[in-house]
């Protein structure tokens, strides 16, 4: 009996994940490319980036630049550079192409073509909505929290309420305090793949006011929360 083996003699490129992800904060996003089978010589690689939903020159470093592998070298990482502009824009995107392989080499038959997702991280902070309406009877009146933009970084907001028409301890309780709003998470993955899990931080949060019952016909009243 013999063992026969099959040598491989390709050499294939080819991103580490179909989507990076980075902040506007990080100045650099970074990217990995890895080169498949025999890596015994020196070889190339041309990586693209162009615009996805960012622009190139406005939010990231556009271009087309060329990756070599010496020999022995199995994974080689470049920095996208990215723009910390002050604008509420939401998570952007830019491409990402592997094209252009030296001879005798070829690019992967997966992970060829990859996102860049470049994390907002201004914010606001507003209400669902400016006006509320509630029956007394209803006991209590719960109002809606928004975090719009990125969730990056970690926020906290105070409020307090504040009399209008109606008084507090004869119309409602008064309540006050912050919320806290978490920033996103990168856990590694459990599922042994290597890779690291975004999970988004809180992008909305509530304020409960107590109402009182009374039995007086005072017609509608407000009051705010600020």
Known sequence: TALLTI???DTAFQFAVTNFVTTEASTNGIVTVYRRGVN?????????????????GVDFAGGTNTLTFAPGVTNLTFLVGVTNNTNLTGDLTASLGLQNPSAGTLLGTSNTIATLTIRDDESRITFATNQYSVNEYAGSITLSVLRQGGTVNPVTVQFFTLNGTATAGADYFTNSGTLSFLGDTITLATNGAGQMVLTNGDSAKTITVNLID???GEGNETFFVI
């Open 7 to 9: 040598l491989d003699d």
């Open 40 to 56: 015994t010589a020196s070889q190339t690689v041309d990586l693209a980036v162009t615009n996805g939903t960012a622009v190139s």
């Open 214 to 216: 009374d039995q007086v």
